[in-house]
């Protein structure tokens, strides 16, 4: 299994609403990353999770909560969020962060509209 | 900080051999990624150098020189499905930073 889900494909939501993205992989995978790309550009790196402990945090507002419950599931958790926050967010994973080779493989995104 | 430059646009015919150029400033570099992304699609990777010289993969070549902060990425043989946007992306700061550059839109024309 080469795949990472990612729940749900769209998700609209108000500034007051709290909900949820999920990711999952089943590759063995270590590391685990999220990312926010805006229409025409590149994807940005948001967190990093490295054996299941947050390695990078890219000075993401707190609005946006990460967390990896194990090794194979991803959370971000968001909380009073502003319409400039919609995007894609992309979740990825690669074997580890240790080795330097960096085959990171993305799951499909979370079209996220903020009202 | 980091940065990568890369062409914004480029467009070709089928059939042909395009070069899409990618230069790049960090520290404590550890390698060169490739990705393509379809219109609405999700990154796929392609390639990743880490030394100099020129790593193949079917119709893809990958190209690095570490001295001049440059890569490269070939497609040869090209067909219609590869019009996406290519990213190079740099991982640094001793692997702690990985960053995507701008990205390049190819188009392949008939």
């Known amino acids: 299994d080469t795949e990472v889900t990612q729940t749900p494909k769209h998700l609209v939501m108000g500034m007051t609403n709290k909900k949820s993205l999920k990711c999952e992989q089943h590759m063995g995978h270590r590391a685990m990353y999220w990312y926010k790309q805006k229409a025409k550009k590149p994807p940005e790196l948001m967190f990093v999770y490295s054996y299941e402990k947050l390695s990078i945090n890219e000075s993401v507002p707190s609005r946006f909560s990460p967390e990896c419950p194990n090794s194979s599931l991803l959370n971000l958790h968001l909380h009073a969020l502003q319409p400039e926050d919609s995007a894609l967010y992309l979740c990825a994973s690669s074997q580890d962060r240790t080795s330097g080779y960096n085959e990171q493989f993305f799951g499909p995104g979370t079209r996220l509209t903020v009202l | 900080g980091q940065s990568l430059e890369q062409p914004s646009e480029v467009t070709a015919v089928e059939g042909a051999i395009v070069q899409i150029n990618c230069t790049y400033q960090?520290?404590?570099?550890?390698?060169l990624s490739w990705y393509q992304q379809h219109d609405g699609g999700a990154p796929t990777f392609l390639s990743y150098n880490a030394l100099d010289g020129l790593e193949e993969t079917g119709r893809f070549s990958s190209f690095l020189s570490r001295s001049d902060s440059y890569g490269y990425l070939l497609l040869q043989e090209l067909q219609m499905k590869d019009s996406a946007s290519y990213f190079c992306a740099v991982l640094g700061n001793y692997g702690q930073n990985f960053v995507f550059g701008p990205g390049t839109r190819l188009s392949v024309l008939p």
């Open positions: 960090t520290s404590g570099f550890y390698g």
